[in-house]
Antibody
Framework: EVRLVESGGGLVQPGGSLKLACVGS????????IHWVRQRSGKGLEWVGR??????????AYSASLKATFIVSRDDSQNTAYLQLNDLKIEDTALYFC??????????WGQGTLVAVSS | DIQMTQSPSSLSASVGDTVTITCRAN??????LNWYQHKPGKSPSLLIF???YLQKGVSPRFSGSGSGTDFTLAVTSLEPDDFATYYC?????????FGQGTRLDFK
């Protein structure tokens, strides 16, 4: 079974950092682009960023409003992708999903990991 | 950024009804348009990719149409499990953007 499982969420103070992980199973992560999408409470889906596979030079892209504060990376040997969240703000409180794309939409999603930013 | 505008924002319907949701991009995206269903407490689920292609395992009661800037998701013969929030998404250009969502609830 193809699965994605996120971890690393938690409670952090404003200005703090967290590193989320997304572990794939049942498939090789190296063949897929991995995207991060978040949902703030009561709001819609918001794309955060993505990292492409090695065949596309691990190209990264980010939401314009989050550029330079969030960093996506991957370790294909561990079948894992990461989202480094830096300089967190209260408005970054959200459920963060990882999802894969193989060129035909985002067909598999993790269950999400909750990030809460509060003093 | 490409802006995606869905309408309506909410929709009330009954089991057995047919509903349509529209999504408009503020610039052309060819057919780089996907539709997702999202239920509370669950992960989003891909319904349609490439504007018209039904994701494997998704009921054929769901269909997508459109190209360029105007797209439609249709759901026929509504079943209780269809009541959820639906999002369009453009995957033409980064940053990737979603519509604001259409909440489908029971009339």
């Amino acid at each position: 079974e193809v699965r994605l499982v996120e971890s690393g969420g938690g409670l952090v103070q404003p200005g703090g950092s967290l590193k989320l992980a997304c572990v794939g199973s049942g498939f090789s992560l190296s063949d897929s682009a991995i995207h991060w999408v978040r949902q703030r409470s009561g709001k819609g889906l918001e794309w955060v960023g993505r990292i492409k596979p090695s065949s596309e030079d691990y190209a990264t892209a980010y939401s314009a409003s989050l550029k330079a504060t969030f960093i996506v990376s991957r370790d294909d040997s561990q079948n894992t992708a990461y989202l480094q969240l830096n300089d967190l703000k209260i408005e970054d409180t959200a459920l963060y999903f990882c999802t894969r794309s193989q060129g035909f939409g985002y067909d598999k999603w993790g269950q999400g990991t909750l990030v809460a930013v509060s003093s | 950024d490409i802006q995606m505008t869905q309408s309506p924002s909410s929709l009330s319907a009954s089991v057995g009804d047919t509903v349509t949701i529209t999504c408009r991009a503020n610039e052309t995206i060819d057919t780089y348009l996907n539709w997702y269903q999202h239920k509370p407490g669950k992960s989003p689920s891909l319904l349609i990719f490439g504007a018209t292609y039904l994701q494997k395992g998704v009921s054929p009661r769901f269909s997508g149409s459109g190209s360029g800037t105007d797209f439609t998701l249709a759901v026929t013969s509504l079943e209780p499990d269809d009541f959820a929030t639906y999002y369009c998404q453009q995957s033409s250009t980064t940053p990737i953007t979603f519509g604001q969502g259409t909440r489908l609830d029971f009339k």
